[in-house]
């Protein structure tokens, strides 16, 4: 399950708007088992259907969380206009178990946002709880 601010989510929401066509992507950090942060990264392909990152931005985002009390649980990136599902090459290029796979589709009016955990080329869709406040967790 992947517990996340409901700000972080309007955030990386905002980000796969403004950065249509191209794909958005970044990182989201958690602290006591809550995303709490994203982290914008820059899509080097500027491509609509795949993204990459600079491995030297990527190296200074972790640092940068890890300065800020936080740690990398997800990766995420958006579908401008195809659903929040891995493709062929996500699946290919999700290296790390550990590690949630936010995708955010702007296919349909409404965005959907959806999570995965991807081992071994195996998806796992993973429920995503949006925490309100302190006391308030609404499940996606």
């Known amino acids: 399950m992947l517990k996340i601010e409901e700000s972080v989510l309007n955030a990386i929401i905002d980000h796969a708007r403004e950065d249509t066509p191209v794909e958005a992507c970044g990182y989201l950090a958690a ?77 349909a009016r409404q965005p959907v946002v959806k999570s995965f955990r991807i081992v071994e080329t195996k998806v796992t869709p993973e429920e995503i709880f949006i925490v309100r406040s302190a006391d308030e967790e609404v499940k996606k």
């Not at 080097?44 to 491995?55: C, I, K, Q, T, V």
């Not at 030297?56 to 969380?65: G, H, K, V, W």
């Not at 936080?70 to 290919?92: C, Q």
């Open 31 to 107: 602290g006591d088992g809550i995303v709490r942060r994203h982290y914008r990264l820059a899509n080097l392909d500027r491509a609509g259907d795949h993204f990459s990152m600079d491995p030297r931005e990527q190296f200074e985002t972790i640092r940068q969380m890890r300065e800020d009390g936080l740690g990398p649980v997800a990766v995420y990136h958006s579908h401008p206009e195809t659903p929040a599902r891995p493709s062929v090459e996500d699946i290919r290029l999700a290296h790390d178990p550990g590690m949630s796979y936010v995708i955010i589709s702007l296919a």
